[in-house]
């Protein structure tokens, strides 16, 4: 079975983070995942039929998570945290 190359991501920003980005995306579709897990205090991960396989060695922090995420996304989402707006509609 030959897996597609998976789509690479390119924006502007820090490219090594982006590469890394990249390398997980490329491995979770190589390895056949269903989910690519960044959490802080584990390493990068892929869910691989309902198992947790650990596809990094060093456990992340969340300023490593956002500083390979976030360059990959569109400006609106990385408006965080959301605005509130001045006048919310309160429903009693």
């Known amino acids: 079975m030959t897996v597609p190359d998976p789509i690479e991501i390119r924006a502007t ?3 090594s983070e982006l590469a ?3 390398n997980w995306l490329h491995t979770l579709v190589s390895d056949g995942g269903s989910d ?3 959490i802080p205090g ?4 892929i869910r691989f039929e309902g198992e947790i396989r650990f596809i990094d060695t060093k456990a992340l ?3 490593e998570i956002e500083a390979a995420v ?3 996304m569109n400006s609106a989402a990385t ?4 605005r509130r707006a001045k006048n919310p509609i309160r429903i009693p």
């Open 79 to 82: 408006l965080w945290p959301p």
């Open 70 to 72: 976030l360059p990959a």
């Open 61 to 63: 922090n969340g300023r």
């Open 36 to 38: 690519l897990l960044l």
């Open 13 to 15: 920003g820090n490219t």
């Open 20 to 22: 890394r980005l990249n």
């Open 42 to 45: 584990a390493p990068a991960s």
